[in-house]
């Protein structure tokens, strides 16, 4: 069956019209067998800091959005944009703004426990993930949203939206064999300023992308348990 694309538009004060949903149930043997080969395939999953040049596929990386775009929204509002940012220029300045702030933070902002956090994990203020990685996406959280005619719409739970569509956009690149970091600077109303993204848009997180370098090292770290983060009454 062709699926029908259809382009979306506000809907907002439009009716209730409910389309059936008649999704086929998979048998529990198939259901159980792709569980557990997706629990081992994301427990692969890692975080990288060091990546190599080699180029990626455009199209696994737009196809990874858009799967992160199929997420659930507040209301439905889908309040979320993806830059995905290619000019060497504009990643340099990306680079260097984030890095500033960073040794702001490092240098004093963060605090002691904080830095005795984050110490474990290796990481400093410089960020070379943002350049060597052939791939960057920068996710920003739209507040409300925003007519051509300059009028706007409040949108709901946007940061649990936003940060649902990147926890499956960090799946999507991991299962099609990319890796990916989350990166945070803040503050990060540089984002919005260098990439020219308008009022309503406010940077959620930076998102490298790529395969990890041939001399790529990671914290030895331990995920916790399945006992450990599961209650069952």
């Known amino acids: 069956m062709t699926q029908v694309t259809r382009n979306w538009t506000p809907a907002h004060g439009e009716p209730y019209r409910p389309v059936p949903y008649r999704p086929a149930r998979m048998p529990s043997a198939e259901s159980l067998a792709r569980a557990a080969a997706l629990r081992e395939r994301m427990g692969r999953r890692r ?4 990546f190599a040049a080699d180029p990626v596929p455009e199209q696994v990386v737009k196809d990874a959005i858009a799967c992160a775009a199929t997420a659930p929204s507040g209301a ?3 309040p979320w944009t993806f830059v995905l940012v290619k000019d060497p220029g504009v990643r340099r300045r990306i680079r260097a703004a984030a890095e500033a702030e960073e040794r702001r933070s490092y240098q004093g902002r963060l605090g002691e426990e904080w830095l005795a956090a984050l110490r474990p994990l290796g990481t400093d203020e410089v960020k070379p993930h943002l350049t060597d990685a052939p791939h960057l996406i920068v996710v920003f959280r739209q507040r409300h949203w925003l007519g051509a005619d300059g009028s706007r719409r409040k949108h709901y739970y946007v940061d649990e ?19 990916a970091l989350v990166h945070t600077p803040s503050p990060m109303g540089f984002l919005q300023e260098v990439l020219k993204r308008p009022a309503n848009e406010k940077a959620f997180a930076v ?18 348990s399945l006992d450990q983060v599961l209650v069952e009454r």
């Open 47 to 50: 975080t990288v800091r060091q």
């Open 76 to 78: 439905h509002q889908q």
């Open 161 to 179: 939206s936003v940060g649902i569509a990147v926890g499956m956009l960090l799946s999507a690149l991991h299962l099609s064999g990319l890796a």
């Open 207 to 224: 998102i490298p992308v790529g395969y990890p370098a041939p001399e790529c090292e990671v914290p030895d770290l331990v995920r916790k």
